[in-house]
């Protein structure tokens, strides 16, 4: 069967391009994993048209504008994602799309095959990685379905998801059982450490430039499994920048509350 390697570079950052990945970066590492799983020398890159003279440079830039194909919109979101999905799909002859984000510097070539052999092994309409570390998986989306998937997704009253991994399956989700899924999953389920090796943002790229780092001091390999194991045993990776803030907003106390530290903080601070 056919794959058509669809990257989207539709939330780029200026993460994206920096080559913090031994003097690559993530939109650079992500063009090389979707050319080698070129079955006719075929990419697609979808991307917004404010993002397309950046992505245009790039591509130039690595001489790599002439074997990938550009795909804009104004805007993204699941229903439109599909429906572009479809129609490259039909464009080019492709039984279904290996679908990717150009945030991800460490698209992994095993699991890559995995999902390739379960999708057209078990004729699956939708197929992707389950307790893997974001960034490491590509999703596997049959072309004929995700024709139907963007009907589905346009109807008023399905939410609008934003374009990420999970915005397929979200949009499936109640309807599940109409589509043939399968699942890749890992030895070990990563999961509960709700790692993010991406590009996408300040704490995810720190969190990839940082077990990057470490895995070339250490000699560790440049894959999936070795990667995600040694994701979890470095603190700066689990713990990157601040993400978000308690803020606790509160009318006077009529009463003390025994475990409460913040009467006792204001009082401090006042000097009672």
């Known amino acids: 069967m ?3 390697p669809i990257l989207f570079a539709g ?3 200026t993460y994206t391009f920096k080559k913090a990945f031994a003097e690559q970066s993530a939109f650079e590492r992500s063009l090389a994993w979707a050319k080698h799983n070129a079955s006719a020398d075929t990419v697609v890159i979808f991307c917004t048209e404010a993002d397309k003279n950046r992505i245009q440079q790039e591509l130039a830039a690595l001489q790599a504008d002439s074997a990938v194909t550009l795909c804009t919109a104004p805007h993204w979101n699941s229903a439109i994602f599909a429906k572009k999905c479809a129609a490259v799909c039909a464009q080019t002859a492709s039984d279904y799309a290996l679908i990717a984000f150009t945030e991800y510097p460490f ?3 095993d699991i890559t095959d995995e999902i390739c052999h379960a999708h057209t092994e078990y004729k699956a309409e939708y197929t992707f990685a389950d307790g893997w570390p974001e960034g490491f998986a590509p999703i596997a989306l049959d072309a004929g ?3 139907i998937i963007a009907e589905l997704a346009a109807q008023p009253e399905k939410p609008e998801y934003a374009v990420n991994e999970h915005c397929i399956f979200d949009t499936i989700r109640a309807d599940i059982n109409s589509f043939e899924v399968e699942t890749v999953i890992p030895p070990i ?3 509960p450490y709700r790692l993010q090796l991406t590009t996408s ?3 995810a790229f720190t969190a990839a430039q940082t077990v990057f780092e470490a895995a070339r001091a250490s000699g560790t390999e440049q894959s999936a499994t070795a990667l995600a194991a040694l994701a979890v045993t470095v603190p700066e990776v689990l713990c990157t920048v601040p993400r978000f803030y308690n803020v606790h907003i509160a009318s006077g106390y009529g009463a003390g509350f025994e475990h409460s ?3 006792a903080a204001a009082a401090e601070r006042r000097g009672t």
């Open 2 to 4: 056919k794959a058509l």
């Open 11 to 13: 939330n780029c950052t």
């Open 107 to 109: 698209i992994d070539q």
């Open 145 to 147: 379905a995700a024709a």
């Open 189 to 191: 389920d990563y999961r």
């Open 201 to 203: 943002n300040k704490a």
């Open 261 to 263: 530290p913040y009467p």
